[in-house]
């Protein structure tokens, strides 16, 4: 699925001694390793400020906590997600409203949200759509309804790191947004951390206060924070990184083209004249800038094929399996199957096949070659 030593070989002198200077310095928390790291990844994401700290999940939590999300609020989101997409809304006492997808690109579908928010008349406090796999959700959309409802956008970029939606970069098209690092993300650190972007002050200053267990001055506390700041060491190897990251991501784009044309010409690709195939693309909107995070198909009898893919010794992963609305944790909020179909048809049919920069043809060649065997 993804080999990270191709990446660490071609950067391998550059991080290392990144390493070493902070070694050197002895400062391994926050500091001013993590200071610029903010700087430089806030001028990434056209935003006046950023906030790092140790996970995605934490930045979600900040970023609902900052935005203002009080105990019993709602926060519209979509279903097929990860985890943390619906755990950090519970975590800041809130409870998660599941609109479902659009099942072109399995992001957020604006009119299912606003269908959602003119039926109900719960307090709510927020939206927070996901830019899956890379793609950056209909931000008109959302904007459009968010601004109709008073309600601020918390996006969920931890999957899209560089990515764009009408020329403007994930993480500015909100009150605030949380990006993951996570060593698989397409940015990466060497081991967990996160960062909120957003260019409010006062938002800014809040999520600084809370990653910090809610400490203005030190050992006195206004507020129950958090501890999650980030690594001084982590912000070394994001920053070697970060000045790759745009030929990275391109270098993902152009793979995600060649299974397109790999997977069409193998006549495995449902089109209006070959509408029975096994296989379905996902659509990419013309506003979006995506980056490929991952690229993931539709796939008919896909365990199977996963199974017979995994004993030809080809990776694929599954995002999502089981819908955040029928996860066993959040039966409390009263949801069942058939509730969200588009979120649970995609739960059984999507695929993700091995991506990442360095990919080359010839494998990727050989993961549709394995793939229309499986079919043939
Ligand atoms: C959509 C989404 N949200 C949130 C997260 C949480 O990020 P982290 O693993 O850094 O906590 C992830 C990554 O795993 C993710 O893919």
Not at 25 to 53: H, K, M, N, P
Not at 213 to 235: F, L, T, V
Request: charged share 25%.
């Amino acid at each position: 699925m993804l080999d990270l030593s191709r990446q660490y070989a071609s950067i391998r002198n550059e991080v290392l001694a990144a390493v070493e200077r902070v070694c050197d310095s002895q400062s391994y928390i926050l500091g001013a390793e993590v200071t610029s790291l903010e700087r430089e990844f806030a001028a990434l994401c056209t935003t006046a400020d950023a906030v790092a700290c140790n996970s995605g999940t934490d930045a979600l939590w900040l970023g609902l906590n900052a935005a203002g999300t009080k105990s019993g609020d709602a926060v519209v989101t979509t279903p097929f997600s990860f985890f943390a997409t619906a755990s950090s809304i519970v975590r800041a006492g809130a409870r998660p409203v599941f609109a479902d997808i659009d099942p072109e690109t399995l992001n957020l579908d604006p009119a299912r949200v606003e269908a959602g928010l003119k039926a109900s008349s719960a307090r709510r406090s927020g939206i927070m759509p996901v830019h899956l796999y890379g793609q950056v959700a209909d931000m008109t959309a959302l904007g459009r309804i968010a601004a109709e409802f008073k309600l601020p956008i918390i996006e969920d970029a931890a999957q899209a790191v560089g990515a764009s939606w009408d020329g403007k970069a994930a993480g500015s098209l909100g009150a605030a947004a949380a990006f993951s690092f996570y060593p698989t993300k397409n940015l990466s650190a060497f081991g967990d951390s996160g960062a909120l972007t957003t260019s409010d002050p006062d938002l800014a200053v809040r999520a600084r206060l809370l990653r910090n267990h809610g400490a203005k001055q030190r050992y006195y506390h206004d507020e129950i924070g958090a501890c999650s700041r980030m690594d001084a060491i982590q912000a070394a190897v994001l920053r070697v990184k970060m000045p790759h990251l745009r030929r990275w991501n391109d270098a993902r784009r152009e793979r995600a083209q060649i299974y397109d044309r790999l997977l069409t010409s193998a006549g495995l690709t449902r089109t209006g004249a070959n509408s029975s195939a096994p296989v379905t693309l996902l659509k990419t909107r013309p506003e979006a800038h995506h980056i490929y995070h991952q690229y993931v198909i539709r796939a008919r009898n896909r365990d199977k094929l996963r199974e017979f893919l995994r004993e030809r010794g080809v990776g694929s992963e599954i995002y999502y399996p089981v819908p955040l609305h029928l996860q066993k944790c959040f039966a409390y909020l009263g949801y069942s199957e058939g509730d969200l179909p588009e979120a649970e048809r995609a739960g059984a049919e999507v695929l993700a096949l091995p991506m990442f920069a360095e990919l080359e043809q010839d494998e990727q060649r050989a993961v549709v070659d394995a793939i229309a065997e499986f079919y043939s």
